[in-house]
């Protein structure tokens, strides 16, 4: 059955290009040539049935005795008091921001005669967006909640069924993420192109879809930094707290029932781990591809393509389409025998996740030599992509995995005590930022240059575009491997909590260890496509600016030696310094009131820790709750009006030099944060297996401080920064003409007051 | 006596520009205006005398009983036996570049027949630049050694004495360093005036002459880089290494004779704290003034000021005379009652550095009034910098300063342990860069628009040079405030080891604690300055760019939305972080070969810590200067090199960027490491101060490793950044013409392989 199911895959995907064209005979014989969008709305709702499939399957597997099952509820129920308390806060912003946007849309133009700052349809898609990012978010938690106490009663009959229960609800995810990803681009492209565009409502052609689109990359943006940094503060909260009373001070151990901090720490896991990063990657996802659809308007514009600009514009999304297929495929090829070791397990996730790149690899060579005679060079941009995501991830292994030297040297630092750990460690961070940076700047080149930069700069930087859509093309597979992470770990406190033999743990633990792995991995795929897809942002963003200021693109000059453009790079570069204090600075008091919390608790009700009386988790949950959303807004609110208020006051070169800036340092800042953050885990983990004295030594009470240290740096602060350089391009883009109006208004009064 | 000395100075100070003004008819009567240079040499005889004085005074007092000149002379021996190491190193590396600078300007102009890539007088100004740079860490650094322990022996007798003492030192460090920087500038202006322009020999107009001379400031900032990384690396090894096994192994006290290391770690604090910072504080102050000349050149060109165009080349040579005069007045203003308290004595400090402030601001009110009448917005630019420096200190202190709330609310993470300390600390270090980096934006505006940046861009540009002439013309005090820590906390070394009575050792402390607060100002200075020093070199950069490929300046475009640009940007923002890493690895590798050192001591002769076998403090000291000197080659040669090889690649426009990302990320990096690093440090003071459990108690261990990891911060890594940002600029300059003839060859060639 699953073979035929494959082969039919392999099929579709080999012959669906092939057959649009044919359909159209060929390439140039046809004035209007076939709408790719359909193949987009096909992949997404393929990926949306298969992760249906998947959880009909998942579900149908036993929950486990009743204790797994109390555990599992009360995870649950946390998580969605949490999201429910997130959803609220969130649509207070997106209300506030619809206002605004609908203001600027609908009732400027009005009271200014006709002035368009922004298109009618930008509030709306601007929700859409949101809603779409924290649905990917919802459901993936939805389903990771209900798998955990499903993957503790696998794993105690064998590893594989283990492996497949976590794996399956990872893979919702990651098919939850693309299949919404594409159908809020194809329905809103079906949406505009034949329902509005006839009608004459404020479009003129399809051209100008694209742009508007990226107000819905926006609201994606906006859910998912409050996701991550919500659930990011959230889950440290709870983990430190959990961790300072409980084993510190009351001495005892990890996941034990009687800390009423431990269900928000399994509930952070959740909220954390997964809806976080399930918003995150659906914003990086569907920015990257509706940010190379926008560029891929300018070049059509610029490069006279006539009627092949439409193939131009949505090449982007038919890539993503056929990195779902591949990615499906891919997930089918991963299995594990019975007697799998841990090598054996990567080998299987590996297999499925190089599989599903080499497909696309060939499948996107034919697809782009069919519908681009002439211009394989694009070819060359994707596929400039699709490596420079395997070297990142690749190097982000290697420096954040105990099986290699940098981490190893990094445990062994801890035998002179925790400063001599963190110092190495900060390094290691430091350093571990050149190899990614050289791969996205020779990347950059590449895929510039490929795709004709010489002869065209927009197309160049639609080129760029293709490698970031190229890089996340796997997304449906690679997210897989990256979300079963948090469901496998979840299983080992549910193990823990109810007192599993140790065989049972020992493979969840293997589990979750490969699932460490393989999150490095993902988090390289993230950080390295938030690079390239920020610089297609500030490409688009020059665009516009060219747009509203009616100059040629090429006559858009953000000069270095302009001081308006050296103080925007500064303050760019600022930004996300600021930003990650900020995030940092919020753990700190989250956590401070949770351990406040648990300490009560300890002292008005002795019998806790005595097992007699039952602790108060809810109250926990609530407190990390509450202190999380308390604490995302801050921030949040500096990363949406910073752009604006500097364009406000400076005018948009300063702009194009803040967003070049920040998506230099927070590119660095995220590779260092992440990676310090990754190699202290591990160096734990190394000394908990055994090395270096192992547990309880000196050496692991140091190791424990760096893992602590470590977390914000790559659990709340780092991911985010992915976001907060995209999510500030998305922002000035769409407020390019409010700002441009403002400033002339401004400088205007500046002059006035001045007598220049 | 002093008091009409004083009076003599102030009324040199408003005379002499009036006089000169006088004497050549006002400023429109004269064809040849008077060479302000004279003036400089002037000051910089001044403030050499004045040095010479000061340290016959101070050698005139009491060496003190024979344990302290014991002490003494050992630290002095260590101290000695690193700088002719250091020497040794630095040479090969000034031979090295010195036949390469000679080759290009000497060699391959006859090659190529006549194509002159460098002045010929490039090779020899780049030798002096790093010998007067070293020259005065040197000097420093010996009467630094010399004043250990008569300010120790002083204090035995009074606060007061004590203070004197030591702050003579530290002036002699800020005269040396301005006296010695002048000289070395009007030296060079006079021999190429003077001598080699009438002769007619590779110089057409006293207007060629400040470019020539970015060359000797590329001298000074190797050298500086060298002294600042291998002293940090020195003194954080010996200091990392001493409490390691003394302290936490051995449990002896800090400067316990028994440490084999404990004389490294005295030696330490006069190679980095003074040699480094005396070498750094030179480049610092030379690179500011002549950067600025270079674009007075440019300006004067471009504004066609004709016979008053040398006015304006000298007019950040003439702020930096104003500047010693009023920093030589100040120190007279420092003085204290015998029963002075820690507040009165800052107070007295504090009276210095703002009257000189204060006389600067009226002295070049005046000169520049009179110089150029109707241009008093240069007078703006010099106002920008001074109170930007005064800002960036103030906020400096503010976050690392243990009586504002920062520091404090930082010290309470200690009772939760190490690790929330280390979180608050770097989270405190990243939020601290906000002010700096807005107010050197704002100043940068400032200074732009005051010098005329709206008519003429270059005129803008040489306004933001005299910015950072006018933050630093208050060096000659402000670097006596900052060296005379070092000296303090030598003198507190000496009284403990020489079991001096408790009464002295707090005076001694007393001395150090200030010397802490007025350091954080003195870093203030330095950063703020690097940063618009930089931003002038980069202007300097692109006004090379335009001299070697024949176009306007103002056709020099190096922009954002160019691939070439973008990647230029991530490479230069990386690099600071790759450098710090380097650096960091550097100081624990060189750390723990001191702790295999010490153990060994210890093992083999066990007679140390019972007192009656002597430790071998000389190998301790060999081991510190050889690892020192090793390690620091690396991450110096990247510094050189990565500018160079990143303009053969990819040509002048890439590298503009690169510097632009490395002066914005250097900066805000710098900041970051500084305070994170100083608070730290006072937290643990604060502590220790008997503050959350005093000395011993949980809070103070986790203090203890806060303050660890901030060694390195602040003093190895954090201030290279500064030098590192300049010194890149420079290096840019004196190799363009080489890189736009290398990357021509190399485009050339990859035209031809892929036949574009």
């Not at 492209?189 to 329902?195: A, D, S």
């Not at 020059?542 to 790079?569: C, E, M, R, W, Y």
């Not at 500064?570 to 401070?592: E, H, I, S």
């Amino acid at each position: 059955m699953k073979k035929r199911l494959f082969l039919f895959f392999v099929a579709a995907l080999i012959l669906a290009p092939a057959c649009a064209w044919a359909q159209e005979g060929g390439p140039a014989a046809s004035n209007d040539v076939i709408d790719l969008i359909w193949f987009t709305l096909a992949g997404s709702i393929i990926a949306l049935v298969f992760a249906v499939v998947l959880i009909v399957r998942t579900m149908k597997k036993s929950r486990g005795p009743k204790e797994m099952r109390e555990i599992s509820d009360a995870v649950h129920t946390g998580a969605m008091a949490y999201i429910k308390q997130q959803y609220k806060v969130v649509s207070i912003f997106f209300a506030v921001l619809f206002v605004v946007l609908g203001f600027i849309a609908w009732v400027v133009p009005e009271l200014s005669g006709g002035q368009r700052l922004l298109s009618r349809y930008v509030p709306v898609a601007f929700l859409t967006g949101g809603f779409f990012s924290a649905l990917s978010g919802f459901i993936g938690m939805k389903v990771a909640t209900k798998a955990n106490c499903r993957t503790a009663f696998a794993a105690s009959r064998s590893l594989n069924s283990g492996l497949r229960v976590a794996f399956n609800s990872g893979t919702v995810m990651g098919m939850v993420v693309v299949g919404l990803g594409l159908l809020d681009l194809s329905l809103w492209w079906i949406l505009l192109r034949y329902v509005f565009l006839p009608l004459g409502w404020g479009i003129g052609s399809a051209a100008e879809i694209p742009p508007i689109m990226i107000t819905f990359g926006m609201g994606a943006s906006s859910a998912a930094l409050f996701a991550r940094l919500g659930g990011g503060i959230y889950t440290k909260a709870a983990d430190v707290g959990a961790d300072l009373v409980g084993k510190v001070e009351a001495g005892i151990p990890e996941d034990d029932p009687r800390n009423p901090a431990t269900i928000a720490d399994n509930v952070g896991d959740n909220v954390g781990d997964v809806a976080g990063m399930g918003a995150d990657l659906y914003e990086s996802y569907v920015g990257s591809v509706i940010a190379t659809m926008a560029l891929g308007s300018a070049a059509a514009g610029l490069m006279g393509l006539g009627e092949k600009a439409l193939l131009f514009i949505q090449l982007p999304a038919f890539v993503a389409f056929i990195g779902v297929i591949a990615s499906i495929i891919g997930t089918f090829l991963v299995r594990s025998k019975e007697d799998a070791t841990q090598k054996t397990l990567l080998r299987a996730l590996r297999t499925g996740t190089y599989s599903s790149t080499a497909l696309i690899a060939v499948a996107s060579f034919f697809a782009i030599s069919f519908l681009f005679p002439g211009q394989i060079g694009l070819w060359g941009s994707v596929m400039t992509g699709l490596i420079a995501g395997v070297i990142i991830a690749f190097f982000t292994e290697y420096f954040t995995s105990d099986t290699y030297k940098p981490t190893k040297n990094l445990a062994k630092a801890t035998t002179t005590g925790p400063a001599t750990l963190i110092i190495g460690g900060l390094s290691l961070g430091m350093i571990s930022t050149a190899v990614p940076v050289v791969t996205v700047v020779l990347g950059t080149l590449g895929a510039f240059y490929f795709a004709g930069g010489d002869t065209h700069v927009v197309t160049g930087l639609y080129g760029i575009g293709l490698a970031a859509v190229g890089m996340l093309s796997t997304l449906g597979i690679t997210l897989a491997t990256d979300a079963y992470g948090p469901v496998a770990d979840n299983a080992g406190g549910i193990a823990e909590m109810t007192h599993q033999p140790p065989e049972v743990r020992r493979r969840t633990d293997a589990l979750d260890s490969l699932g460490n792995t393989t999150a490095a991995t993902g988090k390289g795929f993230a950080i390295g496509s938030a690079a390239l897809t920020a610089l297609a942002l500030i490409a688009e963003y020059g665009q516009k600016v060219a747009d509203f200021t009616k100059i040629d693109f090429s006559n858009v000059v953000a000069n270095i030696l302009s001081p308006n453009v050296l103080i925007g790079l500064m303050l760019g570069v600022v930004l996300p310094f600021v930003f990650a204090a900020m995030a940092m600075g919020a753990v700190g008091r989250a956590a401070q009131a949770m351990v406040d919390e648990v300490r009560r608790q300890f002292k008005a009700y002795p019998g806790i820790l005595l097992g007699t009386d039952k602790p108060d988790y809810a109250s926990c949950v609530k407190i990390s709750t509450m202190g999380a959303q308390r604490e995302m807004i801050l921030p949040s609110l500096m990363a949406v009006t910073a752009p604006i208020v500097v364009g406000f006051l400076f005018g948009p070169f300063t702009v194009l030099a803040l967003l070049a800036g920040a998506t230099a340092a927070g590119f660095v800042l995220a590779i260092m944060m992440a990676n310090s953050g990754g190699a202290w885990d591990n160096a734990k983990k190394y000394i908990e297996a055994g090395n270096l004295g192992g547990k309880g030594s000196p050496a692991h009470k140091a190791a424990v401080v760096g893992d602590t240290v470590g977390d914000p740096f790559k659990d709340t602060s780092g991911p985010c920064l992915n976001i907060l350089i995209k999510l500030m391009s998305m922002v000035s883009i769409v407020f390019v003409g409010t700002c441009i109006a403002v400033n002339d208004q401004f400088v205007g009064l500046l002059r006035g007051i001045f007598g220049m």
